[in-house]
């Protein structure tokens, strides 16, 4: 692996990690497009490529500049989860929303550590991106579709609702610390249930070309969030689970693996944290107005033209 191919892919890792069109799908189809040294370097289907030590470090890389951007929002979630467990209760919202994170986590842990090598050795090829890219593409769309199809404030009763179910036992973290999280006041105030079954279809980013934060945002959006609200909480969900990822797998960057590429990994992550890093912010921005559509529209031209063109010339 080159220095080329190394801030490239740290750039696009970067990006697509947090725009809803898959890094993962990406990272197989771009070096197979390009073809030659691209395609022979950088194959994440190869049980013993290099490549895949240097997906670990991109990977810490963007968690990283997750952390950096939400800083304040772990803060205070950390806060929350150590007096939750010191006072054993779950009042506030900080509290409820550190143990939301922590149940929607664990779907997407488990069947991350039982299949994540299957589903990457066997569907890890351009061809099979290619064809998640474009069922991307319909998903995104699937969820503004049935989302406009929906009166807004029935969404946010169906929210109340299902919250009010749990508020027995865990406090209406709105209610009772109306100001602790500011704009992810909302967020803490997600049924249990639901921010577990947003966490669940993070899974479906095991196959590549299917994207984390774009699965687990129509996710939240069918719940009742906001674009914004859903954007924030995919970004929050993920971070532990990308962070997680990459730590797992950090021996392999310091082992046979990742022995001759150390310098292509320093030049990647740091590309990846900056890119990471605009990305967020560009988004947290654009989903205060607008929707998943473009990202919709850009998956499924994106994966039918890698599709033709791999079909063409395979």
Same mark, same amino acid.
């Given at each position: 692996?080159?220095?080329?191919?190394? $801030? +490239?892919? =740290?750039? %696009?890792? @970067?990006?697509? *990690? &947090?725009?809803?069109?898959?890094?993962?799908?990406?990272?197989?189809?771009?070096?197979?497009?390009?073809?030659?040294?691209?395609?022979?370097?950088?194959?994440?289907?190869?049980?013993?490529?290099?490549?895949?030590?240097?997906?670990?470090?991109?990977?810490?890389?963007?968690?990283?500049?997750?952390?950096?951007?939400?800083?304040?929002?772990?803060?205070?979630?950390?806060?929350?989860?150590?007096?939750?467990?010191?006072?054993?209760?779950?009042?506030?919202?900080?509290?409820?929303?550190?143990?939301?994170?922590?149940?929607?986590?664990?779907?997407?842990?488990?069947?991350?550590?039982?299949?994540?090598?299957?589903?990457?050795?066997?569907?890890?090829?351009?061809?099979?991106?290619?064809?998640?890219? $474009? +069922?991307? =593409?319909? %998903?995104? @769309?699937?969820? *503004? &579709?049935?989302?406009?199809?929906?009166?807004?404030?029935?969404?946010?009763?169906?929210?109340?609702?299902?919250?009010?179910?749990?508020?027995?036992?865990?406090?209406?973290?709105?209610?009772?610390?109306?100001?602790?999280?500011?704009?992810?006041?909302?967020?803490?105030?997600?049924?249990?249930?639901?921010?577990?079954?947003?966490?669940?279809?993070?899974?479906?980013?095991?196959?590549?070309?299917?994207?984390?934060?774009?699965?687990?945002?129509?996710?939240?959006?069918?719940?009742?969030?906001?674009?914004?609200?859903?954007?924030?909480?995919?970004?929050?969900?993920?971070?532990?689970?990308?962070?997680?990822?990459?730590?797992?797998?950090?021996?392999?960057?310091?082992?046979?693996?990742?022995?001759? $590429?150390?310098?292509?990994?320093?030049? @990647?992550?740091?590309?990846?944290?900056?890119?990471?890093?605009?990305?967020?912010?560009?988004?947290?921005?654009?989903?205060?107005?607008?929707?998943?559509?473009?990202?919709?529209?850009?998956?499924?031209?994106?994966?039918?033209?890698?599709?033709?063109?791999?079909?063409?010339?395979?």
């Amino acid at each position: 692996m080159n220095y080329l191919e190394a $801030i +490239v892919m =740290g750039a %696009i890792q @970067g990006i697509t *990690e &947090l725009f809803p069109v898959s890094s993962l799908g990406h990272a197989v189809l771009i070096p197979a497009l390009l073809g030659g040294q691209w395609s022979r370097d950088l194959s994440v289907s190869a049980p013993e490529s290099p490549y895949l030590a240097f997906i670990v470090g991109l990977h810490v890389a963007t968690a990283l500049a997750l952390l950096v951007f939400f800083r304040r929002d772990w803060a205070r979630i950390i806060r929350g989860f150590f007096s939750s467990v010191r006072y054993r209760r779950i009042r506030t919202a900080p509290e409820r929303l550190a143990w939301l994170l922590i149940l929607a986590t664990i779907p997407v842990g488990v069947t991350g550590l039982l299949l994540e090598h299957t589903f990457r050795t066997v569907l890890g090829k351009p061809v099979p991106a290619a064809i998640f890219l $474009i +069922v991307n =593409g319909l %998903i995104l @769309g699937g969820g *503004e &579709l049935l989302r406009r199809r929906r009166d807004p404030a029935v969404d946010r009763a169906a929210a109340l609702n299902g919250r009010s179910a749990d508020a027995a036992v865990l406090g209406t973290a709105a209610a009772q610390d109306p100001d602790a999280l500011g704009d992810d006041t909302a967020l803490a105030d997600v049924p249990r249930w639901r921010a577990v079954a947003i966490g669940a279809v993070q899974t479906l980013a095991l196959l590549p070309g299917i994207s984390r934060s774009g699965v687990s945002m129509v996710a939240g959006m069918a719940v009742g969030l906001s674009h914004r609200e859903a954007a924030r909480f995919s970004f929050l969900l993920a971070t532990p689970v990308i962070l997680a990822a990459g730590l797992l797998k950090l021996p392999d960057l310091f082992g046979p693996l990742g022995a001759s $590429i150390h310098g292509q990994v320093l030049a @990647g992550s740091a590309t990846a944290f900056v890119a990471a890093l605009l990305a967020v912010a560009f988004l947290d921005r654009y989903f205060r107005t607008r929707t998943l559509i473009p990202f919709a529209v850009y998956s499924l031209l994106a994966g039918a033209a890698s599709l033709g063109w791999l079909l063409l010339h395979g």
